[in-house]
C-alpha cells in the first residue's frame, strides 16, 4: 500500500469531476455549522490595529494557550498551537524519530494514512498492529511488537476509520509500554468531542514525560480549512518541539487563532452536545439502511466514520470510483487505511444524506 | 554560533519586560496598515456557508494560486500555497537534502537564522560564503565553495539583513552553478516589493529545474501573522514537494488565503509604491541620524534593514540587552547573522519612531 500521498484529496477531485449527483460521504469534513462566536471572532479580528495582523508568538497567541491548558488541566507552558493536528502530529513524529532511541513506529492496522506516510517520510520503519473486529487495539499486542527500536506508538481515539473509543486500561498500558522502552505514545484526541460510549480517556490522563497528546478544533468547532491545532507536551521535550515548530512554521495562522479563542470562550456546551447528537441519529439512520441492504458495517462508539463491507465487491480505488459512477455514493477505499480492510468501504457521516446514500447503496448492491 | 532557535522572538520578549520606552526595531514586522480589501476578504469570508470553512486543497485555493500564477508568469501547476515563505523555505530545504545528491547547504554570512537553524535540523552541513561590504555576493565564491557534495544554494534577495539586491547575472550564475552540481538554488525573495535600486532579479527569470523561489505576503501585505505564503516549484519536482506539504501540514489556514486573494485582486499598485516610498523616506532619516551619531551603516539597496555599528561596542545578545535598557532601542545583534557581522546590529524600520532612535543611540553613544 502507498501511503506516500493520503488519498482523500484524490476520491474528492474524482467525485467533484463526476457528471451524476454524488454523496459525499470521503473526506472528515464537517457539514454543519461553525459555532456564531466563530464568526464574531474573525470580524472582530477583521478590525484589528496593523500590529494585530502580526505574527503572534510562535507557540501560539497566549490567550487560546491558557484557554485551552484551563479546559485540559495542563500548565500554559505545555501548550503549543499548531498548523490543525496535521503539524502537531507531524512534531511529534519528528521528535521521536530524532531522539535515537530507534526507528520503528507501532501503528494500528487499519491505520489513518497520514500517519503511515509520515512514517515513510520521516526515515521510519512502520510495524503494525492490527485491531480486532470492534477496532479495538490489544495493549499485549502492542507491547509484544515493541522493542528497544521502538520509537512511537501513534494511535487515535475515538478512531478513524474504525470508530472505536480505547478504554482506559489501553490508554494506561499504551504509556506504560511507551515508557518502558523509551519510545514516545502519541494519541491524537481529534474526535474527543464525538464519543457516544461515554469511555473516552485521554492520554492526559497518566502523567508521563513520554505521551505526546495532540488535538485541534477542525472536528469540534466545524473548521477543517482553519488549521488550528495544538500539541500537549512534556516539559522536557518542550523545546525541541518549539524549536521544530519554529523552523517548520514560525508560527501558526493569527486570524483563525484568535476566531477559535473567542469560539472557545463564548460557545455553550450545547452547542458540542447537539452536534454530537445529530451525528449520533444520521449514523443510526446510515446503519439501519444498511441493515436493510444487507450490508456488514461496524457502529461507531466515537468519530462519525462508518466502515461497511459488500459481498463480492472489496474496497479498492477502482470500486471506490464505480461507486461514485454507478451508485452515487462517495466513500474512501478501505485499502488505503491497511491491508485488514482492504474489503471495506469508509463512510464519513458528513452529509445530511447519509441515510439517502446508504439507500442508493442498497439499491445498487440488491 | 547557535542558530537552532532564532533569537527573534527572545529580544522581542526582553524589549516588551523593559520598564521604560523602547522603540522596537527587532522584527520584520511591518507597521503600516494593511490593505483595505484585506480586512474586506477576511469579513466576507466569516459569512461563508459552512463548506467554505472546511479544507481547501492542499495546494492551496485555486483562485489564489492562479492569481499567483498570473502575476508571476508560471503555470498554475508551478504554485503550492503554504504557510508563510517559512514553510516554503522548509519544504524546499527538505526536498533538497532528500535528494541524494549531498548534505552540503551554501549559505551567506550574515545569514538570515532561520537557514542556519533549518540546516541543522535537517542534518545538512552549513558551509558558508562571506559577502563583500556592501552586501554582495560574488558568485565566483559560491563557484570555489560548491562541490558534488552540494545539495542546497539558499539565498535572499533583497537581503535580509544586509539589504543587498542582487544583480542579474549574480542570479544566473547560481542558477548556473546549482544546475552545474545537481544541487537546488531556493531563492527567497519575500523582500522583492522592497526595491529601492530597480536592480532586482526574480530567480524566475532563469528557467531551470534546479531553482526555487519562494515567497509571501507577509511584507507586502503587512501582515506576517497571516502565514501565507508559496513556493514556485519545477515540474519534476512538484510531486515530492506536494507529499512533504501534506504530511506536514496538510494545508495551509483557508481565511487567510481568502483576504489576500481578495486583497491581491483589488489592491492598486500605489499600496506598495507608497509604502515603498514610506520606507525609502524612513531609511533616509534614520541614516541620517546615524551620520550625525558617526556610525557606521550600510544604505540597503532593498529589504527594511540597516546594519550599524557603534566604535567598541559589538553586536552580543547582552550589549542588545544594553540598549534596550539604556538607550530605548531594540535591535537584532548582528552575532546572531553570523560571525562576519558580529561587530554590527540589525536595526528593521518598521516603527514611525526610526529617527527618533538614531537620536536615542546618537545620545547613548556621543
Redesign the interface.
Known sequence: MDY???QF?RVMQYADAAERDVVDMV?G??????PGAL??G??E???SD?????????EGLLELREEIAARRNVSVEQVLIT??A??AN?LAMAEGLTRGTGDEVILTDPVYP?YA??TN?LGGRARYVAVDDDGQLDSAAVREAASDETALIVVNSPNNPTGAVYPEETVRELVAIAEEYDALLVSDEVYDHFDYSGTFTSALAVDSDHRIVTNAFSKSL???????GYAIVPEPLMDGF???H???????????QY?VWRALRETPPDYYAENREMLRERIGAFTDALDAAGAEYTSPEGSFYVMARFPGFSGTMENVERLIDEAGVAGMPGAAFGESRADWFRFALVTPRAADAAERLADYFE
Chains 1, 2 share one sequence.
Open positions: 506516500e500521498r493520503p484529496f473526506s469534513n464537517p457539514d454543519w455549522e461553525p464568526r464574531d474573525l470580524i479580528y477583521a478590525d496593523p500590529a494585530g495582523f502580526q505574527y503572534p508568538a510562535s498548523n490543525g496535521g503539524e507531524h497520514y506516510g509520515r517520510l466545524a473548521i477543517t480549512g482553519f488549521r488550528v518549539r524549536t521544530r519554529m523552523l517548520t512554521n514560525v508560527t501558526s495562522s493569527r486570524p483563525a476566531a
